[in-house]
């Protein structure tokens, strides 16, 4: 039965990711479908993540250990327990009916030349069994990963060289082997 919700629930965060480029496109006064377009073709990256978190103990501190998402934006819907660690302090993300928690990954972080941030994040370890289900999205990796023309974006020097997804991509999975 779950099996027959999977693809229904990864269309409608398709959909919903497409509904948040449009207000990013908005927030940062750039021209309708700046973002959208570098996910519109069969190269863009729509993973959906289904994790199962089970107890651990006290002296283990994470479950999930520290990184930054490096795609797009992640919806994450998960139980409400404590479970985020940004920047070194703990977050409570209280899960309510119908709501998701969104994220910028290094890709947003680059293309707003930092005015928005990739979060270094952690799931707390639980005492209790948790669920989460986690959808990421990312570019057609052949798209060129600069700063967007938008004024906050370019209040100051770019902060990144322009970059291939399919590079930056690659850059992550080298350092995860070293």
Known sequence: MFRDVLPEYILKSRQLISYVHNIADMAL???????EKNYTNDNAIFMLRLAKYVPMKNEQ???????????????IQND????VNVNGKWFHVESKPDTLLLIAGEFI??????????????????KQLR????FFSGPDLNCVIQTLPCKKCIEQPSKYAPITGYEHSEQKKAAIRN
């Open 29 to 35: 006064e750039l021209d309708d479908n700046t973002f």
């Open 61 to 75: 501190p994470s479950a999930l250990g520290e990184h930054q998402d490096y795609l797009g934006f992640t919806l």
């Open 80 to 83: 409400d327990v404590p479970e």
């Open 109 to 126: 972080e680059r293309w707003t030349n930092n005015h928005w941030r990739s979060v270094l994040h952690r799931v707390a370890a639980v």
């Open 131 to 134: 669920y989460s289900i986690i």
